[in-house]
């Protein structure tokens, strides 16, 4: 018997569940082919970041009132300076046409930041490029003391808002799980027009080092035990909101993807494993996947997808506060 893995995301008829997140490992045409090759069904570009967009926006703005000005020349340095640092948006494209030329699966472009700035407009133009879908990562540290958490809310709602209205193209949103309302935040996304919901965003930890004294830049890939998190949610969320689930974080092995499947994830996200492992990461989990539903039983992946979700299982408690006393009560010191 071979079990049926083709599965709907973000409007796509996808061979597979098993896709490679935005990270380095998809951020060049080599790269790119060789997930191909070893069965990637759609692929999510590194983001474009709000930062680079700023920029461009800036040497437009610029040259546009040089121009309006009557200047003839640049003031020495500056435009060739901005223009050498403005390369983002521009590579960001040629990845975009070369991915779309030559990898014959579904591209998801990705665009990442905090406000609207020039977001609209690269949704645009990356919809116009002819992507198959559009991620929006929305990274914000909440750390502004006066500002409240249905301000917080309510900014990414109106992102979400305004990305939607300027492009037509399957929209993703790439959250992290710092919400009081999860549930409800997860739900208004939808509202707002959300065609996926990517949980979750794992943030970079500043670390401080001892010897300099100063913040450290320290970014660590994630293990298999960051996946818990995901699970919860995505078993709470699997049936309750319109938006299709991506699982991201903490899927390094078949037995993390089946996981995220029987939680009620439509396809899980692969980032660190493949860069810690390459390519054959994904295969393997693709292949752990599909041999794990053979030996259980089932006949597809869409057959397994939520059976273990909160709506399914006979204790939905499991997944809120249930066995909380229990499990720490129990547990002992070695000594
Ligand atoms: C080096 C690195 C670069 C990343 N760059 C991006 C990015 O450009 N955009 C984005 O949305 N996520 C980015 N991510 C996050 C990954 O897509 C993924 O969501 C996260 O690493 C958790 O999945 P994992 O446990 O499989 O690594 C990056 C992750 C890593 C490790």
Redesign the pocket.
């Known amino acids: 018997m071979s079990v049926d893995m083709a599965t709907r995301y973000l409007g796509l008829d996808l061979a597979g569940p098993v896709l490679p997140?935005?990270?380095?490992a998809t951020g060049d045409i080599d790269h790119i082919l060789a997930l191909v090759e070893a069965g990637a069904p759609a692929v999510?570009l590194?983001?474009l970041?709000e930062e680079q967009i700023e920029h461009d926006a800036m040497a437009v703005h610029f040259g546009l009132e040089l121009g309006a000005d009557g200047f003839g020349e640049a003031p020495s340095g500056y435009l060739p300076h901005l223009a050498d640092y403005n390369t983002g948006p521009e590579d960001y494209l040629k990845l975009v046409k070369r991915a779309r030329a030559e990898a014959g699966i579904p591209v998801i472009a990705?665009l990442?930041g905090v406000s609207s700035g020039g977001w609209t407009l690269y949704a645009r133009v990356l919809a116009d490029e002819g992507v198959d879908g559009l991620?929006l990562?929305i990274?914000r540290i909440a750390a502004d003391v006066e500002e409240s958490s249905t301000e917080v809310e309510l900014s990414y709602l109106r992102l979400v808002e305004k990305v939607r209205q300027a492009v037509d193209v399957p929209l993703a949103v790439?959250v992290g799980p710092y919400f009081s309302a999860m549930a409800s935040m997860a739900r208004r996304l939808g509202e707002a027009g959300a065609d996926a919901l990517?949980i979750f965003?794992?943030f970079y930890q500043p670390d401080i080092d001892l010897a300099t004294l100063g913040v450290a830049p320290n970014?660590t890939?994630?293990t298999s035990a960051?996946l818990r998190l995901v699970l919860r949610w995505l078993a709470i969320l699997h049936g309750r909101i319109e938006p299709d689930l991506a699982a991201?974080?903490?899927?390094?092995h078949g037995d993390d993807a089946v996981k995220a499947i029987l939680a009620g994830a439509d396809v899980v996200?692969?980032?660190?494993?493949?860069?810690r492992v390459g390519p054959s990461a994904l295969t393997a989990v693709q292949k752990g996947l599909e041999g794990w539903l053979e030996e259980n039983e089932y006949e597809s992946v869409a057959q397994a997808r939520g059976s273990l979700s909160q709506r399914a299982v006979a204790d939905p408690s499991a997944f809120e506060r249930s066995n909380y006393m229990k499990t720490l009560t129990s547990y002992a010191p070695s000594w």
């Open positions: 997140s935005a990270s380095p999510v590194p983001s970041f990705s990442n991620e990562n990274y790439k990517v965003n794992r970014l890939l994630s960051e991201t974080t903490g899927v390094h996200m692969m980032a660190s494993a493949l860069l």
